[in-house]
């Protein structure tokens, strides 16, 4: 049988990961062979060269071992998923070859570095499979595609997170939206993700048998310690969550090689109890991303963030994304928020302690997969350290919210003094390294360490015995790698050696021995260093083990720091912008005084931006039908309601002087006429598909931001929609609704619809100048100052005037529909000049000219004639 040789080794990790890149470690660097060097050496920049140049040239790359994190990162951010193949067996213990394993395999949505994550955002890894027929239990029938069930289940590594729930197909795209996964996994040939949405995120296929019901449960009970999943809320109809939760748990599995400890529980999302937004309004609203540019500032959260951690930081993001329904839920965020509001000195010196506080959460999750660093156990210290300078400030809270934070924080005092007490200060990052535990915590690790590093004193000492014992003033004891100790005399005085000096070493002008005597003190010495090394590593081991046995609970008091910190954000926020608490009632009622766009209120110089009520009720107006010119704030206005919602079913306060408002159990937002290339559609069957999910699914509590509708197609045909539209709401739906318009035909439907209202964007003329207002007052508007925007806007002088004489004209044809003249029927000159000017004469007369046969003087001519005839023509 041939040896097996390190390519052997090299080829059987690589077919275990499949279409993973393989990092594989080679003493201090990691390489890589074949095509996966090809592609490292193009992403990351590497110098492609060969291994056995001679015979049969293999394509290798590499980086030094220490760079493992940056070079990863590069990689995983490319969208690959890479295999990192580690020496698993002491070099110095192999006979043979080094014993290699593959410990991990990363992906988008399996990241656990700090350095690939970003602080303040979880990263979720998602599963969905799409029931083809009705439920396990069969209690329903499938009525069409979109009524289908499908499971999906995300969770982030980095924390352990885990949730699983059942949807319709139809609701999958807004999930996604508010989950914002990485990555993705998906059965070999389901097509449940729309197309339009794989570019968002990594999308990882997996076999078929991963899917399966048996298969699911078993791995999930395995993983939890259980007989069954009863205990964590799943009903018989909870099929499909079931198969997604076992599949995304078999992937981490899979990818980690490792103890998953820190996941611990999976929680049955239900949607029921939270705000429902679907993914156009989640985009339209830039709740958590800007439009623009994709980016957290300039979004709703990046102006609420006032949060000191990063735990506080994502989770605020999940109250973002999951509103709260209930009265009494909300209540008692506001209580805890006006708590922290009323005492400015509390709320300060509590954001000053939890700055102390390290990501305890993604810390835990290291520690559990035996991944973590010195520094990790030294960080998790400090922050158990820190909680009771954080409890002391808390003191006695009134409020039902952090009191019952409070009793659920528990400091782990015996925990924090171990590791007080064991570890430095300053622990290095990597255990290799070596000094992690204190001096005096083992009197066993002591002793060895000052036996290793102690022993200057014992060498000065052995070598002036020496030196005088021979009668040579300049022998000297030195120590390197490949001889380790020796004494070394000069050739001058070699004559002078004893018989116990061996000799070790011949140099140009002396030699080198060693004794009996000091072989036995450098075996002692390199013995001590080792076993000094291995204690330290027993020692850290024990450390770690004792953190996770603990990790339950220090993760759960984690989690009421992150939501204290949340807290303190919101009363922080309040009291800078000078918030109001809102009255969140059940009744589907809107009241605003003075409210204010959150986001715009602060980017804007201070003081700039104008205020605005809001009354929506469904007895006597529940439709708000805007008109104004474009630039006057129509949409500005609309998305402010709906974000001062959102806002307040999260238990936040509001910018706004006064507030009162009704919860409701969808937002929808159909705003901006951004084309859906990537979809296939155009903007005005987007715009309709949205306009016909919001008409199918709102009710009587929902909360309607309708702007522009119809702009997308003919004139007569988005006034007809809009006003169908429009009826269909008041008549059959009687949601709150704001609805904002250009069509000013719309605004006669007041006389007909008993709870619709109008409104519009007051507007000031001045010197043939308009001064928008940006104040929302009753009425409708009675122009669109359209021509004054493009004037703003730059469109050149010649347009914007011949733009007047076609609105002039149109005005006087249009004052009368029963006059001779047809409405919308334009005199011969006007009709033409709608569509093109009409050429210049001097066009023809330029085409005609042949420069090649003209003189520079006879050019100059035409040139001048050219310009005296456009003067006439300008008079």
């Known amino acids: ?187 070999e040939e389901d097509d449940t993700i729309p197309e339009f949405l794989i570019d968002q995120f990594m999308l990882t296929r997996r076999p078929a048998w991963a899917f399966n019901y048996d298969t699911a449960e078993s791995t999930l009970t395995k993983q939890f310690g259980t007989k069954s999943l009863d205990g964590f809320g799943f009903a018989d109809d909870d099929e499909a969550a079931i198969r997604a939760a076992g599949a995304l748990l078999e992937y981490l599995l899979e990818t980690q090689k490792g103890s998953l400890d820190h996941i611990h529980q999976l929680i049955r999302y239900r949607s029921s109890h939270t705000l429902e937004i679907d993914e156009a309004t989640w985009r339209s609203l830039e709740i958590t991303r800007t439009i623009r540019d994709g980016r957290r500032e300039g979004s709703l959260l990046g102006i609420m963030d006032q949060t000191v951690t990063s735990m506080g930081g994502r989770l605020l993001a999940d109250w973002l994304s999951n509103p709260l329904t209930d009265v009494v839920a909300i209540a008692d ?37 035996g991944r973590c660093s010195p520094r990790d156990l030294s960080y998790i210290g400090k922050t158990l350290k820190q909680i009771p300078s954080v409890t002391e400030q808390l003191g006695r809270p009134i409020s039902v919210e952090l009191v019952d934070l409070a009793e659920n924080i528990d400091p782990q005092s015996e925990l924090c003094a171990l590791l007080e007490a064991a570890l430095v200060d300053d622990c290095p990052l990597h255990l290799k390294d070596g000094g992690i535990i204190r001096t005096g915590y083992s009197e066993e690790l002591d002793r060895m360490r000052e036996l290793a590093t102690g022993g200057k004193q014992w060498i000065a000492e052995y070598q002036a015995k020496q030196a005088e014992r021979i009668d040579v003033p300049g022998l000297k004891v030195g120590y390197n790698k490949v001889f380790g100790y020796y004494i070394e005399v000069t050739n001058a005085h070699k004559d002078k050696v004893p018989e116990d000096f061996i000799r070790k070493q011949t140099l140009k002008n002396a030699e080198r021995y060693i004794t009996p005597e000091l072989k036995e003190y450098e075996e002692k010495v390199l013995s001590a260093d080792q076993k000094a090394n291995d204690l330290e590593y027993e020692l850290f081991s024990f450390l770690r083990d004792q953190i996770s046995a603990a990790q339950n609970a220090i993760r759960h008091t984690a989690q009421q720091l992150a939501k204290l910190d949340v807290l303190c954000s919101l009363a922080e926020l309040a009291n800078r912008r000078s918030y109001c608490r809102p009255e969140v009632v059940e009744e589907p009622t809107l009241e605003i005084i003075e409210g204010r766009h959150p986001v715009l209120d602060v980017i804007e110089p201070e003081g700039t931006f104008i205020p605005n009520d809001t009354m929506a009720d469904p007895n006597s107006k529940n439709i708000l039908l805007i008109t104004g010119p474009n ?157 004054h925007v493009a004037k703003l806007a730059g469109v050149p002088r010649k347009v914007n005037e011949r733009a007047s004489e076609i609105l002039a004209h149109l005005e006087s044809t249009h004052t009368d529909t029963a006059s001779t003249t047809p409405a919308g029927k334009l005199e011969p000159s006007v009709q033409l000049s709608l569509f093109g000017y009409e050429e210049h004469p001097l066009l023809e007369e330029l085409r005609g000219i042949d420069p090649e046969n003209l003189t520079p003087m006879q050019a100059l001519e035409v040139l001048a004639e050219i310009r005296r005839r456009l003067a006439e023509n300008d008079e």
């Open 333 to 369: 965020r506001q209580d805890a928020v006006a708590e922290f509001t009323a005492d400015g000195t509390m709320r300060d010196n509590i954001r000053d302690q939890l700055k102390q506080i390290f990501d305890v959460e993604r810390l835990l999750s290291r520690v559990s997969t």
């Open 631 to 787: 630039m006057a704030g129509k949409s500005t206005y609309i998305r402010q309601v709906a974000l001062l919602t959102l806002m307040a079913q999260v238990g936040s306060f509001l910018p706004a002087k006064n507030a009162r408002i009704g919860i409701a159990d969808r937002i929808f937002a159909r705003v901006g006429a951004s084309d859906e290339l990537s979809r296939g559609q155009s903007t005005f069957m987007v715009e309709m598909t949205e306009t016909a999910r919001i008409l199918n699914t709102s009710t009587k509590r929902s909360l309607i931001i309708l702007d522009e509708i119809g702009r997308g197609t003919s004139t007569y045909d988005g006034v007809s929609l809009a006003w169908a539209i429009v009826e269909f709401i008041h008549e059959k739906l009687g949601s709150r609704t704001l609805f904002a318009t250009h069509y000013h035909e719309l605004t006669e439907l007041e006389n007909t619809l008993e709870r619709l209202v109008n409104l519009n964007v007051s507007v000031r003329e001045w010197d043939d100048n308009v001064v928008f207002l940006h104040k929302i007052v009753e009425g409708s508007a009675d122009k669109s100052y359209g021509i």
């Open 1 to 187: 049988m041939a040896k097996q040789t390190m390519m052997d080794q090299y080829d059987a990790a690589k077919e275990s990961v499949g279409d993973a890149l393989l990092l594989f470690r080679m003493g201090d660097f990691y390489e890589l062979f074949r095509d996966d060097a090809k592609v490292a050496a193009r992403q990351l920049g590497l110098a492609l060269t060969s291994r056995d140049k001679k015979t049969n040239p293999i394509p290798m790359a590499g980086f030094p071992h220490h760079q493992l994190d940056g070079y990863l990162g590069k990689l995983v951010q490319s969208g690959f998923r890479v295999a990192v193949c580690e020496q698993v067996q002491d070099p110095r213990e192999a006979t043979g070859l080094v014993q290699r394993e593959v410990t991990r395999i990363v992906t988008p949505g399996t990241v656990t570095d700090d350095s690939l994550l970003e602080p303040k955002e979880s990263n979720f890894l998602m599963a969905v499979i799409s029931l083809k027929g009705p439920p396990r239990t069969k209690t329903s029938l499938i009525a069409s595609a979109d009524d289908q069930p499908v499971g999906i289940a995300w969770a982030d590594l980095s924390t352990g997170t885990f949730y699983a729930s059942v949807i319709r197909r139809g609701q999958l795209v807004d999930q996604i939206a508010r989950i914002s996964p990485s990555e993705c996994l998906v059965g």
